[in-house]
């Protein structure tokens, strides 16, 4: 199913018709402010095991992150001091992922990395369907490495195309870039910038 929403006012509606889907253990492709991602909610273990099949990875092992819809919702999952704090209140929402120590509230499947990925995408969309929802979406890009054929991952409707057997929604929020986020590891001393994407960490 392909829906359309502006990210300028995301339609309550049309919000509310994706959250149902996720709270049904569905798949969503949606729009950041990066590439589109596929998600889940993130304490469904079957639909996070679906998307790792998909993806071809262990989510025992994979360095998996998710969507929160501010810097509040945070604390609930990870450990954060006040300097990581501190530089992520500067920076989201944006086009960063922060890698963050987990705490016990992360879902199951996620505690054996001990770490996750933390990110606040500057998109009305998809902080709206995590909001809707109550609690995190699990983010994994719609990329893959050896594609070439690009427009399939900026393009909603060739993405739809592709995804229409494995996502239940595919949303049209616009077209996408082909920028990831840029990754800040926030799990020593300093913050360190393990992949540089999209946006300019402000230190």
Do not use: W
């Amino acid at each position: 199913m392909l829906i359309r929403i502006y990210p300028e006012n995301p339609n309550e509606r049309e919000i509310e018709k994706v959250v149902q889907f996720l709270r049904d253990g569905g798949l969503i492709v949606y729009p950041t402010d990066t590439i589109y991602g596929l998600g889940c909610d993130i304490f469904n273990t079957r639909a996070v095991e679906k998307i790792c099949r998909y993806k071809n990875i262990d989510p025992h092992k994979a360095n998996l992150s998710f969507i929160c819809y501010d810097l509040s919702n945070i604390s609930e999952y990870a450990k954060v001091d006040n300097n990581t704090f501190k530089l992520m209140k500067k920076n989201l929402p944006g086009p960063f992922t922060f890698i963050l120590n987990g705490n016990s509230n992360l879902p199951k499947l996620f505690r054996n990395k001990k770490t996750v990925g933390i990110r606040v995408p500057d998109n009305n969309i998809i902080r709206e369907l995590v909001r809707g929802l109550g609690n995190p979406i699990l983010s994994t890009s719609v990329r893959d490495d050896d594609d070439e054929i690009l427009e399939y991952f900026t393009d909603p409707e060739l993405i739809h195309e592709r995804y229409e057997n494995i996502a239940d929604v595919v949303i049209n929020g616009g077209f996408g870039t082909l920028d990831p986020s840029t990754v800040v590891d926030c799990t020593g001393d300093e913050p360190v910038i393990v992949r540089q994407g999209k946006g300019e960490l402000i230190l």
